[in-house]
């Protein structure tokens, strides 16, 4: 009987499973899925010569995050790979900005736009040299970050920390506006906000472009030599050599509960699987209040608010196998292992007001792939393994193009959809379509099939706007990963600080049940007739007088 059952091996599932097992707890990881790893896999299903991430591929935030750097994964078989350039942002007239990997290449670059926007990106540079750790500590603790913000705070007394207090909370256009004169530097910005489901005039865009341009100029955007599996493959490889466990295709349907406390689990088999301690579930917020947890053992307000959770952007993504590298007008682009394509920041401001109104963007903003500029394992020399995804309504009004996308998703509106990124990138890489050797289509639907988290293609656990992040994730008054049952743990994306493959909302469950006072005797008695009532073949009761 484990002490722990973590639901999902997710990146955050298999995170906290890792921490609980360093801790000396027994941990079990059930997974839905065939295989391991959430929404960090890869395979070679567009063509066998080639190595396909399925849904993430650049892990920025691994690279900085302190929970993954303790776990030491270069022990366990993980080892990042980096393209020459971080990130690339071409524009229709064959210029192009361009995040490098040392901070006076990218303001050498920017110079190049405007007069004195090199020594603008510096000084962004500057504030994140000073407030870096402390700002990555505070999202990677759990909620309120006390150390963490008392450090920032007195490094910022007085009139510098309401400067970049307000700077944090600028849409990314007026952030933009107000540090650089010319086009690039704002493009880096923005761009990197869209990473979200963050308008360019969404307040507090600015401060998230900021951080991801941040980490980007120090850390990359590094991938895992030979797929994005291989970091799901060290994390599996760290649990077990621990003792812990990971079964695929166990599916759980219920957490059960006795006298307002998690006992256990039972999965789709009917197998129950009692837990001595806790359970974690790296599920998503609504597949876990009212699904796995009836709703009868949360609080009325708790149900209401729920209603209000907002999901982050649908999300379209397609792979392919190309018998080339990318044909791009810009040439700095050919050694950027990410490229952003839209038509300056009017072009985002559009594309994000398109999916606001319920319209299928017409030219979407798309984050293109070339995966063996990053690593070069990925597929044949000379050729290239990419991918591209962009962003459409959950509930589709209208079709800003020319196709009359509806959001049914069948055959012909996935490869209308897919053709209509394949031309956006073609105006920006003339020839592109002729290197295509084949393709593989991910629409909303299909991407949540293959992960039930990622609700109709949602990858950051809910909306990443400000109502609904810190104390207001996922609920209003939460914040924390304690739910309203006691022993059980909110481990995922849905949870503070949200999405991203960094392991902090897996890590703060863990820990919280790890703070968590020993459970006592009637629980005990509770998980032992379930695991009789289980071995004998009755499905265990599960109301709370039990």
Not at 139 to 158: D, E, K, Y
Not at 395 to 404: T, Y
Request: proline share 7%; with cysteine.
């Amino acid at each position: 009987m484990p002490d722990a059952v973590v639901i999902g091996a997710g990146p955050n599932g298999l995170v906290a499973a890792n921490l609980l097992a360093d801790a000396g707890w027994t941990v079990e990881v059930l997974e839905a899925q065939p295989e391991p790893g959430g929404a960090v896999r890869s395979d070679r299903g567009v063509h066998p010569d080639y190595v396909s991430d399925l849904f993430s591929a650049f892990y920025p935030l691994a690279a900085a995050s302190p929970v993954m750097a303790r776990f030491r994964l270069h022990e366990h078989g993980l080892r990042w790979s980096h393209a020459p350039s971080v990130l690339a942002h071409p524009l229709p007239d064959g210029r192009c900005a361009v995040l490098e990997r040392r901070a006076e290449d990218t303001a050498a670059g920017l110079e190049a736009f405007a007069a004195g926007d090199g020594a603008a990106w510096r000084a962004l540079c500057g504030v994140w040299d000073r407030l870096g750790p402390d700002i990555l500590d505070s999202l990677f603790t759990p909620f309120p970050p006390v150390r963490s913000a008392a450090r920032v705070a007195a490094r910022l007394r007085g009139a510098g920390g309401l400067h970049l207090a307000r700077t944090m909370l600028l849409p990314v256009r007026r952030l933009g506006e107000e540090e650089f004169e010319g086009e690039a530097g704002r493009l880096l910005l923005a761009g990197n906000a869209l990473h979200a489901d963050l308008a360019p005039e969404a307040a507090g865009s600015g401060g998230f472009g900021w951080l991801m341009s941040m980490l980007g100029q120090r850390y990359g955007f590094p991938v895992p030599a030979g797929g994005a599996g291989e970091l799901t493959a060290a994390l599996v490889r760290r649990l077990e050599r621990r003792g812990g466990a990971v079964r695929c295709g166990e599916r759980v349907t219920e957490i059960v509960v006795r006298a307002g406390r998690a006992v256990g689990v039972r999965a789709a088999s009917g197998e129950a699987v009692p837990a001595t301690r806790a359970v974690l579930a790296d599920v998503s917020v609504p597949d876990l209040y009212g699904g796995l947890v009836d709703a009868r053992y949360l609080p009325g307000r708790f149900l209401d608010d729920l209603r209000t959770f907002q999901w982050d952007f649908a999300t379209f993504k397609v792979d392919w196998a190309l018998d080339g590298r990318v044909p791009w007008t810009a040439a700095e682009a050919s050694t950027a292992g990410t490229v952003h394509l839209a038509d300056g920041v009017d072009g985002l401001t559009r594309f994000a007001a398109q999916i606001a109104t319920g319209q299928v963007p017409d030219r979407p903003f798309v984050l293109f792939g070339q995966m063996t500029t990053a690593d070069a394992s990925r597929s044949p020399a000379g050729t290239e393994s990419a991918w591209a995804y962009t962003h459409v309504p959950h509930r589709i009004k209208g079709d800003a193009g020319d196709d009359s996308l509806t959001g049914a998703w069948d055959k012909g509106e996935q490869e209308a959809m897919a053709d209509r990124v394949e031309a956006q990138v073609e105006r920006y890489a003339p020839g592109f379509r002729s290197r295509i050797r084949s393709r593989r289509i991910l629409a909303p639907p299909t991407l949540e099939s293959m992960n039930a988290n990622l609700h109709g293609g949602a990858i950051n656990g809910g909306t990443t706007a400000m109502h609904q992040q810190l104390i207001f994730r996922p609920l209003p008054g939460t914040g924390r990963p304690e739910t309203p049952v006691k022993g059980l743990y909110l481990a995922s994306a849905g949870a503070h600080p949200g999405g991203g493959v960094h392991g902090a909302p897996g890590a703060n469950a863990a820990r919280a049940a790890l703070h968590s006072r020993p459970l006592g005797g009637v629980l005990s008695r509770a998980q032992r007739a379930l695991s009789r009532r289980d071995r004998s073949g009755e499905r265990a009761e599960t109301s709370p007088e039990a």
